[in-house]
């Protein structure tokens, strides 16, 4: 290998998803290992699904907003493609190839998860869709933290009631077999690509969840990536 060709591969950096029912706790826990890698001198960014760019926050405004609930199953999943595209374009690639940890709120399972299992669309179809909105982009590991539906609920809408912001609540307000249709989505992904998920489970307290969350990221976590040595 040249020098050259030798140095683009260390640039690359790591990409980490985080998925799992509303309610599950990704949200801190990506705070808490973003933390954890800082000290570990890890290069981070904190991003997230829907969203994580300007034009991505303005179709997740639409998508998680209550009252678009007849949104209709395909045109949901264009949007989410639509986001996935231009966040990957303008935030994740450019991200990876400064040779940063990305940390990423929901990414392509949680389409796979909430559209086909949830909603019913074909897996065929959504494959097709994550295909051309990831660009080639896949996580090098996911994390998947696992929750009862009926206990994520409770702690989402708590969420929503405490919030100063808007009330991203189109999903909260499905009913609970829906939410159980897309747990079930998740550990069957989990099941079938056992080397790239990570399954935790979500009901120990917060500090022991990010305990196991860290000590599995930072036995996988390429070394060449740390910027402080």
Known sequence: MHKTELSRVIALGYFIAFEGIE???KTTQIRLLAERLL?????????????????ADKIRAILLDAGNRDLSPMA???????ARAQHVSEV???ALNAGRVVLCDRFCDATIAYQSFGRGIDRGV???????????????LTILIDCDPSVGL???HMRIEASDGPRE?????????FHQRVREGYLQLATEQARRFVVIEGDDTIQDISTMIAVQVLARIPEELRVIC
């Open 23 to 25: 309610g599950c706790g």
């Open 39 to 55: 000290v570990h001198g890890f290069s981070t960014i904190q991003t997230r699904e829907p969203g994580g760019c300007r034009i």
């Open 76 to 82: 949901e999943l264009m949007l989410y493609a639509a």
């Open 92 to 94: 994740i690639t450019p």
């Open 126 to 140: 959504i494959d097709t869709y994550n295909s051309h909105a990831c660009q080639g982009i896949t996580p090098d």
């Open 154 to 156: 409770v702690r989402a």
């Open 169 to 177: 609540e189109r999903f909260e307000l499905e009913e609970l077999a």
